[in-house]
């Protein structure tokens, strides 16, 4: 398992490499019990200044969790064939990841170059430099497999300006450097080039703010920020379907398309997401990762991220079957029953 990703001490820094390049370097429950310890020790280790993250290959830093065996998992349970315990081990150990990462006391470096999706995200946004090129691509896609924003989405979303969080969360959107700076989910902007040369002199033992400020590249303007007024309003609606009819009501193409692309989503994922960055804007980091692992558990008694991840990882006929397949269709006491306590109990830290 070290294969997939190595975990290494050079000069000052702690040096994680996501190690799966073919895989776009997809996080596995096993990669993530191979990072935690080694955060620990650097934390512990007064020789570590800092700990930089990266990417294997030219491509992705990390593309999202492996879904692909949570999905296995939960559908051997399903079949009464296993007990699904991946299901629950992976998502606990992410998040208690998420949370690790958050709370680590030195610089933690994420060198975000290319696709930076899902379990990508939870990997880099939590820390306190987010680093981002002109390479980089972040999404957090899950209401398109029947999931949700999760690996700390409940927290960070609400927080970026306006309405903008509840737009990526719902939507999926892709977004690059500029947008990155102009949300604050990433802090600084460097070329791809010079990535290497920024963690020779992070080993060196160099100042982080100083290296990252003098490798600083010009990143362009953003096109959230041009289109901000519009997400604001539509997005302010009290309930997706308001959101909907909002976006159709500003005809104008950006928002057909915005509205076209909310109702491909799976509707039960989309008012949970709703409700979920709902709640996520008045709660602390801990509760929020809580939050979500109850979350977790209730899709896996569901449908909609078993027929997502047929249609799009499995079957690939990009058709999903979503049921409900209708927003209206989804009632409150569907979505209710993802924030309630699971029969295994909470996340415990």
């Not at 999931?147 to 989405?153: C, I, N, Y």
């Not at 902007?189 to 920024?198: C, F, Q, T």
């Amino acid at each position: 398992m070290s294969k997939d990703v190595i975990c290494t001490v050079k000069g000052a820094i702690g040096h994680v490499l996501l190690n799966r390049p073919k895989a776009l370097n997809a996080l596995t429950l096993g990669m993530v019990e191979v990072i935690a310890p080694a955060l620990d020790a650097w934390a512990a280790d007064p020789a570590i200044k800092a700990v930089v993250i990266r990417g294997a290959g030219d491509r992705a830093f990390c593309a999202g969790g492996d879904v692909r065996a949570v999905w296995d998992a939960g559908w051997e349970r399903k079949r009464g064939e296993g007990t699904g315990a991946l299901t629950a081990a992976f998502f606990g150990g992410e998040y208690r990841l998420n949370r690790q990462i958050k709370r680590f006391p030195k610089p933690y470096v994420a060198l975000m170059d290319g696709i930076t999706m899902g379990g990508g995200v939870g990997l880099s946004v939590h820390g306190s430099h987010r680093v981002v090129t002109e390479k980089t691509m972040l999404a957090m896609p899950e209401t398109g497999i029947g999931l949700f924003p999760d690996v700390g989405g409940t927290y960070f979303l609400p927080r970026v300006p306006g309405k903008l969080g509840l737009y990526l969360g719902l939507t999926g959107a892709r977004v690059h450097a500029a947008d990155l700076l102009y949300t604050g989910i990433g802090t600084h902007h460097v070329l791809s080039a010079s990535l290497d040369a920024i963690e020779a002199a992070l080993a060196d033992g160099q100042d982080v703010d100083a290296v990252l400020a003098a490798y600083a590249a010009p990143v362009g303007e953003s096109p959230l920020a041009a289109l901000r007024d519009a997400i604001d309003v539509a997005f302010e609606a009290e309930d997706v379907e308001g959101i909907v009819a909002g976006l159709i009501s500003q005809g104008t193409a950006w928002a057909d398309k915005v509205a076209e692309t909310i109702l491909s989503m799976s509707p039960t994922s989309l008012k949970v997401t709703f409700e979920q960055l709902r709640r996520g804007a008045a709660l602390e980091f801990d509760d929020c990762m809580r939050l979500e692992f109850r979350m977790t558990q209730a899709v896996m008694d569901g449908n909609d991220f078993f027929e997502g991840i047929r249609a799009v990882l499995v079957d690939k006929d990009r058709s999903p079957k979503w049921n409900p397949a209708k927003l209206a269709d989804v009632s409150a006491a569907d979505v209710a029953c993802y924030f309630a306590v699971p029969a295994g109990g909470d996340l415990v830290f």
